[in-house]
Protein backbone atom coordinates (compact mmCIF):
# COMPACT_ATOMS: atom_id res chain seq x y z
CA UNK A 1 0.00 0.00 0.00
CA UNK A 2 2.39 2.58 1.09
CA UNK A 3 5.01 1.35 -2.54
CA UNK A 4 1.98 2.25 -4.34
CA UNK A 5 0.89 5.25 -2.73
CA UNK A 6 4.72 6.55 -3.31
CA UNK A 7 4.85 5.72 -6.88
CA UNK A 8 1.31 7.61 -7.37
CA UNK A 9 2.78 10.47 -5.36
CA UNK A 10 5.64 10.23 -7.61
CA UNK A 11 3.39 9.98 -11.58
CA UNK A 12 1.31 13.62 -9.75
CA UNK A 13 4.89 15.20 -9.42
CA UNK A 14 6.12 14.34 -13.11
CA UNK A 15 3.01 15.14 -14.60
CA UNK A 16 2.99 18.98 -12.67
CA UNK A 17 6.32 18.70 -14.14
CA UNK A 18 5.73 17.84 -17.54
CA UNK A 19 2.08 19.86 -17.79
CA UNK A 20 2.42 23.24 -19.42
CA UNK A 21 1.91 26.11 -16.08
CA UNK A 22 -0.67 27.96 -17.98
CA UNK A 23 -2.66 28.97 -14.74
CA UNK A 24 -0.10 31.35 -14.24
CA UNK A 25 1.75 34.16 -15.90
CA UNK A 26 5.11 33.28 -17.95
CA UNK A 27 7.97 35.22 -18.59
CA UNK A 28 9.28 38.68 -17.18
CA UNK A 29 8.06 41.48 -15.49
CA UNK A 30 8.24 45.56 -16.10
CA UNK A 31 7.53 48.89 -15.26
CA UNK A 32 7.52 52.24 -16.44
CA UNK A 33 7.03 55.91 -15.39
CA UNK A 34 6.93 59.13 -17.61
CA UNK A 35 6.21 62.54 -16.82
CA UNK A 36 3.11 62.72 -18.49
CA UNK A 37 3.53 66.19 -20.02
CA UNK A 38 6.46 65.08 -21.64
CA UNK A 39 6.85 61.14 -22.21
CA UNK A 40 10.39 61.26 -20.23
CA UNK A 41 10.90 58.22 -18.53
CA UNK A 42 11.38 59.06 -15.06
CA UNK A 43 11.27 55.44 -13.42
CA UNK A 44 11.75 52.08 -14.53
CA UNK A 45 12.86 48.39 -14.31
CA UNK A 46 12.72 46.30 -17.55
CA UNK A 47 10.71 49.33 -19.18
CA UNK A 48 11.59 48.21 -22.94
CA UNK A 49 11.63 44.33 -22.23
CA UNK A 50 8.86 43.04 -25.04
CA UNK A 51 5.93 41.62 -22.97
CA UNK A 52 2.00 40.92 -22.92
CA UNK A 53 -0.02 43.43 -21.87
CA UNK A 54 -3.32 42.17 -21.38
CA UNK A 55 -6.49 44.39 -21.89
CA UNK A 56 -4.19 47.47 -21.97
CA UNK A 57 -4.60 47.07 -25.75
CA UNK A 58 -7.74 48.49 -25.27
CA UNK A 59 -6.05 52.09 -24.80
CA UNK A 60 -4.79 51.66 -28.11
CA UNK A 61 -8.05 50.47 -29.40
CA UNK A 62 -10.30 52.96 -27.74
CA UNK A 63 -7.62 55.85 -29.02
CA UNK A 64 -7.42 54.28 -32.44
CA UNK A 65 -12.02 54.04 -32.78
CA UNK A 66 -11.91 57.35 -31.41
CA UNK A 67 -9.83 59.15 -34.26
CA UNK A 68 -11.46 56.93 -37.15
CA UNK A 69 -15.55 57.26 -36.14
CA UNK A 70 -18.21 59.72 -34.84
CA UNK A 71 -19.11 58.75 -31.45
CA UNK A 72 -22.58 58.89 -32.35
CA UNK A 73 -21.95 56.11 -35.19
CA UNK A 74 -24.77 53.37 -34.36
CA UNK A 75 -23.16 50.08 -34.72
CA UNK A 76 -25.38 46.94 -35.12
CA UNK A 77 -23.58 44.28 -32.78
CA UNK A 78 -22.10 40.93 -34.68
CA UNK A 79 -22.72 37.56 -34.18
CA UNK A 80 -18.99 36.87 -33.52
CA UNK A 81 -18.69 39.98 -31.56
CA UNK A 82 -21.81 39.15 -29.16
CA UNK A 83 -19.90 35.55 -28.48
CA UNK A 84 -16.06 37.06 -27.95
CA UNK A 85 -13.91 35.16 -26.15
CA UNK A 86 -13.15 36.58 -22.73
CA UNK A 87 -14.48 39.53 -20.56
CA UNK A 88 -18.13 41.08 -22.00
CA UNK A 89 -20.52 44.08 -21.47
CA UNK A 90 -23.15 41.30 -22.45
CA UNK A 91 -23.91 42.50 -26.22
CA UNK A 92 -26.37 41.02 -27.93
CA UNK A 93 -26.15 39.91 -31.61
CA UNK A 94 -28.69 42.10 -33.66
CA UNK A 95 -28.68 44.89 -31.41
CA UNK A 96 -27.88 48.81 -31.87
CA UNK A 97 -25.14 50.19 -29.95
CA UNK A 98 -23.15 53.65 -30.28
CA UNK A 99 -19.50 53.88 -30.95
CA UNK A 100 -19.76 56.03 -27.70
CA UNK A 101 -21.13 53.50 -25.47
CA UNK A 102 -19.18 51.05 -26.74
CA UNK A 103 -16.15 53.21 -25.85
CA UNK A 104 -17.52 52.94 -22.19
CA UNK A 105 -18.07 49.44 -22.22
CA UNK A 106 -14.07 49.16 -23.64
CA UNK A 107 -12.57 51.28 -21.27
CA UNK A 108 -14.89 50.33 -17.58
CA UNK A 109 -15.58 47.25 -18.22
CA UNK A 110 -12.59 45.94 -20.64
CA UNK A 111 -15.54 43.95 -23.10
CA UNK A 112 -14.06 42.36 -25.28
CA UNK A 113 -17.50 41.94 -27.42
CA UNK A 114 -16.95 46.15 -27.50
CA UNK A 115 -13.97 45.64 -28.79
CA UNK A 116 -15.05 43.52 -31.40
CA UNK A 117 -18.00 45.40 -32.71
CA UNK A 118 -15.40 48.71 -32.93
CA UNK A 119 -12.63 47.11 -34.79
CA UNK A 120 -15.53 45.70 -37.42
CA UNK A 121 -17.36 48.79 -37.70
CA UNK A 122 -13.94 51.44 -37.70
CA UNK A 123 -11.88 48.60 -39.20
CA UNK A 124 -14.15 46.83 -41.72
CA UNK A 125 -13.02 43.38 -40.17
CA UNK A 126 -11.13 42.77 -36.93
CA UNK A 127 -7.81 41.84 -38.67
CA UNK A 128 -8.64 45.43 -40.88
CA UNK A 129 -8.42 47.22 -37.39
CA UNK A 130 -5.48 45.48 -36.19
CA UNK A 131 -3.77 47.29 -39.67
CA UNK A 132 -4.77 50.75 -38.02
CA UNK A 133 -3.74 49.92 -34.55
CA UNK A 134 0.11 48.59 -36.21
CA UNK A 135 0.24 51.71 -38.29
CA UNK A 136 -0.71 54.23 -35.54
CA UNK A 137 1.89 52.49 -33.28
CA UNK A 138 4.46 53.43 -35.93
CA UNK A 139 3.22 56.69 -36.59
CA UNK A 140 3.43 57.17 -32.35
CA UNK A 141 7.21 55.43 -32.11
CA UNK A 142 5.87 52.63 -30.16
CA UNK A 143 8.86 50.65 -31.49
CA UNK A 144 8.71 47.53 -28.63
CA UNK A 145 4.65 47.23 -29.73
CA UNK A 146 3.14 44.58 -32.22
CA UNK A 147 -0.81 44.31 -32.33
CA UNK A 148 -2.88 41.27 -33.41
CA UNK A 149 -6.09 41.80 -32.12
CA UNK A 150 -8.35 44.49 -30.13
CA UNK A 151 -8.71 43.16 -26.78
CA UNK A 152 -5.96 41.94 -25.78
CA UNK A 153 -6.18 38.21 -25.88
CA UNK A 154 -2.91 36.32 -25.45
CA UNK A 155 -1.35 35.96 -29.00
CA UNK A 156 2.32 34.98 -29.08
CA UNK A 157 3.31 37.81 -31.39
CA UNK A 158 1.11 40.35 -29.25
CA UNK A 159 3.35 42.19 -27.31
CA UNK A 160 4.42 45.38 -26.06
CA UNK A 161 6.60 47.48 -23.24
CA UNK A 162 5.64 48.96 -20.17
CA UNK A 163 7.68 52.54 -21.49
CA UNK A 164 5.24 51.87 -24.73
CA UNK A 165 2.39 51.36 -23.44
CA UNK A 166 3.10 54.40 -20.84
CA UNK A 167 3.27 56.13 -23.63
CA UNK A 168 -0.18 54.77 -25.18
CA UNK A 169 -2.02 55.94 -22.07
CA UNK A 170 -0.03 59.43 -21.95
CA UNK A 171 -0.54 60.13 -25.97
CA UNK A 172 -4.54 58.79 -25.89
CA UNK A 173 -4.91 61.54 -23.05
CA UNK A 174 -4.17 64.19 -25.16
CA UNK A 175 -7.63 63.41 -26.85
CA UNK A 176 -10.28 65.13 -25.02
CA UNK A 177 -12.91 61.79 -25.63
CA UNK A 178 -10.42 59.47 -24.19
CA UNK A 179 -9.85 61.26 -21.38
CA UNK A 180 -13.23 61.90 -20.31
CA UNK A 181 -14.04 58.07 -20.79
CA UNK A 182 -11.09 56.85 -19.40
CA UNK A 183 -11.62 58.93 -16.37
CA UNK A 184 -15.55 57.90 -16.16
CA UNK A 185 -15.91 55.59 -12.45
CA UNK A 186 -19.68 55.00 -13.38
CA UNK A 187 -21.52 54.73 -16.60
CA UNK A 188 -25.39 53.79 -17.34
CA UNK A 189 -25.39 51.80 -20.54
CA UNK A 190 -27.91 52.53 -23.02
CA UNK A 191 -27.84 49.12 -24.43
CA UNK A 192 -30.09 45.86 -24.16
CA UNK A 193 -29.64 45.00 -20.67
CA UNK A 194 -29.54 48.39 -19.55
CA UNK A 195 -26.36 47.39 -17.04
CA UNK A 196 -24.62 50.61 -14.87
CA UNK A 197 -21.07 50.11 -15.26
CA UNK A 198 -18.59 50.76 -12.93
CA UNK A 199 -15.13 51.16 -13.76
CA UNK A 200 -12.78 47.95 -12.68
CA UNK A 201 -9.56 50.59 -11.88
CA UNK A 202 -9.97 50.77 -8.31
CA UNK A 203 -7.85 53.53 -7.83
CA UNK A 204 -9.83 55.44 -10.34
CA UNK A 205 -12.78 55.05 -7.87
CA UNK A 206 -10.74 55.99 -4.64
CA UNK A 207 -9.56 59.21 -6.40
CA UNK A 208 -10.81 61.78 -9.06
CA UNK A 209 -12.69 59.81 -11.58
CA UNK A 210 -16.12 60.88 -12.40
CA UNK A 211 -19.54 59.67 -12.64
CA UNK A 212 -21.26 59.89 -15.51
CA UNK A 213 -25.26 59.52 -16.77
CA UNK A 214 -26.12 58.68 -13.54
CA UNK A 215 -30.13 59.98 -13.04
CA UNK A 216 -30.02 58.39 -9.73
CA UNK A 217 -27.16 58.95 -7.49
CA UNK A 218 -28.79 56.91 -4.65
CA UNK A 219 -28.25 53.66 -7.15
CA UNK A 220 -24.05 54.70 -6.83
CA UNK A 221 -22.52 51.46 -5.91
CA UNK A 222 -19.26 52.72 -4.45
CA UNK A 223 -19.95 55.11 -0.90
CA UNK A 224 -16.94 56.50 -1.39
CA UNK A 225 -16.95 58.13 -4.31
CA UNK A 226 -17.71 62.13 -3.21
CA UNK A 227 -15.55 61.98 -0.55
CA UNK A 228 -12.40 60.41 -2.29
CA UNK A 229 -9.56 62.62 -2.34
CA UNK A 230 -6.85 60.30 -4.50
CA UNK A 231 -4.65 61.59 -7.22
CA UNK A 232 -5.19 58.69 -10.02
CA UNK A 233 -7.50 59.95 -12.64
CA UNK A 234 -7.54 57.92 -15.43
CA UNK A 235 -6.71 54.33 -16.64
CA UNK A 236 -6.76 50.63 -16.99
CA UNK A 237 -7.05 47.31 -16.22
CA UNK A 238 -5.87 43.59 -17.50
CA UNK A 239 -5.78 39.96 -16.87
CA UNK A 240 -4.63 36.82 -18.86
CA UNK A 241 -3.11 34.26 -17.60
CA UNK A 242 -0.08 34.26 -19.47
CA UNK A 243 0.29 38.13 -19.15
CA UNK A 244 -0.49 37.88 -15.49
CA UNK A 245 -1.57 41.31 -13.74
CA UNK A 246 -1.08 44.91 -15.97
CA UNK A 247 -2.00 48.34 -15.12
CA UNK A 248 -2.36 51.35 -16.21
CA UNK A 249 -2.36 55.07 -14.36
CA UNK A 250 -2.09 58.30 -15.03
CA UNK A 251 -1.67 60.70 -11.80
CA UNK A 252 -2.13 64.33 -10.89
CA UNK A 253 -1.19 66.56 -7.99
CA UNK A 254 -0.47 70.18 -8.00
CA UNK A 255 0.24 70.03 -11.75
CA UNK A 256 2.61 67.61 -12.16
CA UNK A 257 1.22 64.48 -13.83
CA UNK A 258 2.78 60.78 -14.27
CA UNK A 259 1.80 57.61 -15.87
CA UNK A 260 2.40 54.37 -14.50
CA UNK A 261 2.80 51.18 -15.76
CA UNK A 262 3.30 47.32 -14.74
CA UNK A 263 3.39 44.34 -16.06
CA UNK A 264 3.16 41.01 -14.32
CA UNK A 265 2.94 42.27 -10.94
CA UNK A 266 0.43 40.98 -8.69
CA UNK A 267 0.78 43.99 -5.97
CA UNK A 268 0.07 46.49 -8.96
CA UNK A 269 -2.43 49.08 -7.09
CA UNK A 270 0.49 49.43 -4.09
CA UNK A 271 3.23 49.73 -6.25
CA UNK A 272 1.29 52.24 -8.30
CA UNK A 273 0.79 54.28 -5.21
CA UNK A 274 4.07 54.00 -3.97
CA UNK A 275 5.77 55.13 -7.96
CA UNK A 276 3.50 57.87 -7.83
CA UNK A 277 4.27 59.29 -4.28
CA UNK A 278 7.75 58.69 -4.97
CA UNK A 279 7.21 61.13 -8.39
CA UNK A 280 5.73 63.59 -5.80
CA UNK A 281 8.69 62.79 -3.14
CA UNK A 282 11.28 63.22 -5.44
CA UNK A 283 10.46 65.44 -9.10
CA UNK A 284 8.87 68.90 -9.08
CA UNK A 285 7.45 70.64 -11.80
CA UNK A 286 10.22 73.16 -13.10
CA UNK A 287 9.98 76.04 -15.88
CA UNK A 288 13.14 75.48 -17.77
CA UNK A 289 12.60 78.21 -20.17
CA UNK A 290 9.88 80.73 -20.29
CA UNK A 291 7.68 81.31 -23.12
CA UNK A 292 8.60 84.68 -24.74
CA UNK A 293 11.04 86.12 -27.39
CA UNK A 294 14.78 85.41 -27.61
CA UNK A 295 17.19 87.34 -30.09
CA UNK A 296 19.82 84.23 -31.12
CA UNK A 297 21.97 87.06 -32.62
CA UNK A 298 21.43 90.45 -34.33
CA UNK A 299 19.36 89.13 -36.98
CA UNK A 300 17.75 85.95 -36.02
CA UNK A 301 15.48 85.09 -33.19
CA UNK A 302 13.05 82.08 -31.61
CA UNK A 303 9.53 82.70 -30.07
CA UNK A 304 8.41 79.84 -27.79
CA UNK A 305 4.55 79.78 -27.51
CA UNK A 306 4.50 77.81 -24.33
CA UNK A 307 7.15 77.37 -21.36
CA UNK A 308 9.20 74.42 -21.68
CA UNK A 309 8.44 72.82 -18.03
CA UNK A 310 9.91 69.57 -17.32
CA UNK A 311 9.81 67.38 -13.95
CA UNK A 312 13.52 67.39 -12.33
CA UNK A 313 15.18 66.10 -9.62
CA UNK A 314 17.36 67.91 -7.13
CA UNK A 315 20.71 66.20 -8.72
CA UNK A 316 18.94 67.46 -12.70
CA UNK A 317 18.25 71.17 -12.26
CA UNK A 318 21.89 71.55 -11.27
CA UNK A 319 22.75 69.60 -14.71
CA UNK A 320 20.41 71.02 -17.36
CA UNK A 321 21.14 73.20 -20.16
CA UNK A 322 19.41 74.15 -23.69
CA UNK A 323 20.81 73.80 -26.97
CA UNK A 324 19.17 75.64 -30.03
CA UNK A 325 19.68 74.08 -33.42
CA UNK A 326 18.82 76.49 -36.26
CA UNK A 327 18.49 75.11 -39.85
CA UNK A 328 20.92 76.63 -42.78
CA UNK A 329 18.34 78.43 -44.33
CA UNK A 330 17.21 79.99 -41.06
CA UNK A 331 13.79 79.06 -41.46
CA UNK A 332 13.38 76.36 -38.61
CA UNK A 333 14.84 75.71 -35.46
CA UNK A 334 14.25 73.02 -33.05
CA UNK A 335 15.06 73.65 -29.01
CA UNK A 336 16.86 70.41 -27.17
CA UNK A 337 17.19 70.32 -23.19
CA UNK A 338 19.91 68.56 -21.89
CA UNK A 339 20.73 66.60 -18.86
CA UNK A 340 24.75 66.46 -18.72
CA UNK A 341 24.64 64.58 -22.32
CA UNK A 342 21.35 62.92 -22.32
CA UNK A 343 18.60 65.24 -24.36
CA UNK A 344 15.62 64.53 -22.57
CA UNK A 345 13.49 67.09 -24.49
CA UNK A 346 12.73 68.78 -27.87
CA UNK A 347 10.53 70.93 -29.36
CA UNK A 348 10.23 73.01 -32.53
CA UNK A 349 10.29 76.59 -32.32
CA UNK A 350 9.08 79.58 -34.65
CA UNK A 351 12.01 81.09 -35.92
CA UNK A 352 11.73 85.29 -36.38
CA UNK A 353 13.69 88.59 -37.21
CA UNK A 354 15.13 89.67 -34.36
CA UNK A 355 14.69 92.92 -32.46
CA UNK A 356 17.54 95.76 -32.70
Not at 186 to 197: E, F, S
Request: charged share 25%.
Amino acid sequence: MLRLFRLTLFMIIVLMVMLPQTSFARGGSGYAVLDGDTGRLLIGSNSDERLPIASLTKIWTALVAIENSDLQDEVVISPKAAMAEGSSIYLQAGETVTVETLLYGLMLRSGNDAATALAEHVGGSVEGFVKLMNERAVIAGLTNTVFMNPSGLHHDEHLSSARDTAEMLRLALQNKTFEKIASTVLYRANTVNGMLWENKHRLLREGSGMAADIDDETEQPVSSLKSATGTAFAGKTGFTKVAGRTLATAFQKDGQICVVVTLNESDDWNVHRGLSNKVWQDYSLETVVKKGKYNVNKKLAIRLQEPVRLQLNKEEKEQVRQVLHVSRKRQEAVLSIFIGEERIYATPVKVESADR
